[in-house]
């Protein structure tokens, strides 16, 4: 199982290197971020990247965003020293799968690579979507088209990043369901510790102002103290 560690810090490297080595993993290493660029695109067998986020030569925000833009879609982990809920968001907005705060145990840094690595296996999910329109789900007037990856409303493309992607994408699968904050972590980041829920919110929000930008009707209901959920508001509801 190969791995590539992006890092410059040599302690760090060290002891992530000698202890993934003898849970069985094999990796290789990068100390700046050219490097770890040019390795990640050269080798395509990577199963996961670990990046670190304050690197020599080029940070690990530019790395993991030229990655996504070359289509490399191998799950990345980053870490970093920056733990506010604004450096979170923008390591996954960059396109990171997940976000690891050092200082850190390594038994967590290798309970996040399994839990990356069962997601990326995890390509069986049932999507809902209506025989008369294969690769659609509807709720109101909301639609998502799971082959773009946009969503529609009333007629008008809503181009979505990754991550508001899957984020709609698990609500549209459970329509009028309360989800917690960190159940919608587990599902959609693959995430089963208790990082900062705050990320949730801000991507609710994210979500919340392309989808409702013309004054449409909230569809993205919460519920206080509980979490969200995807519903017809009570005027649509009061219409049917």
């Known amino acids: 199982m190969k791995l590539l560690l992006v890092e410059d810090e040599p302690a760090v490297v060290s002891v992530i290197t000698r202890g993934l080595a003898e849970a069985g993993y094999e990796v290789s290493v990068a100390l700046d971020g050219k490097n770890g660029l040019q390795m990640a695109l050269d ?3 990577f199963l996961l990247i670990i990046l670190d986020v304050m690197l020599p030569g080029m940070n690990g925000i530019e790395v993991c965003r030229t990655l996504r833009k070359e289509q490399v879609a191998t799950p990345i982990l980053m870490l970093t020293a920056l733990g506010t809920t604004e450096n979170i ?3 996954l907005d960059s396109g990171a799968d997940d976000y690891l705060v050092k200082p850190f145990k390594l038994q967590e840094l290798e309970a996040r690579i399994r839990s990356l690595l069962r997601r990326k296996g995890n390509t069986s999910i049932a999507v809902p979507v209506s ?3 294969p690769g659609i789900m509807k709720l109101a007037d909301l639609e998502l088209d799971t082959d773009t990856k946009a969503a529609i409303r009333q007629g008008k493309t809503i181009q979505l990043t990754a991550t508001e992607y899957r984020l709609l994408e698990y609500l549209f699968k459970n329509p009028r369901k309360v989800l917690s904050r960190m159940e919608i972590l587990e599902q959609v980041w693959g ?5 900062n829920t705050k990320v949730v919110d801000v991507y609710i929000n994210y979500l919340r102002k392309k989808i409702n930008k013309n004054n449409q009707p909230e569809l993205i209901q919460t519920v206080v103290g509980l979490g969200y959920m995807l519903k017809e508001n009570l005027t649509d509801e009061n219409t049917h």
């Open 43 to 45: 080798n395509p067998g």
């Open 89 to 91: 968001v923008m390591g």
């Open 131 to 133: 025989p008369a329109a």
């Open 191 to 195: 995430i089963d510790f208790n990082m």
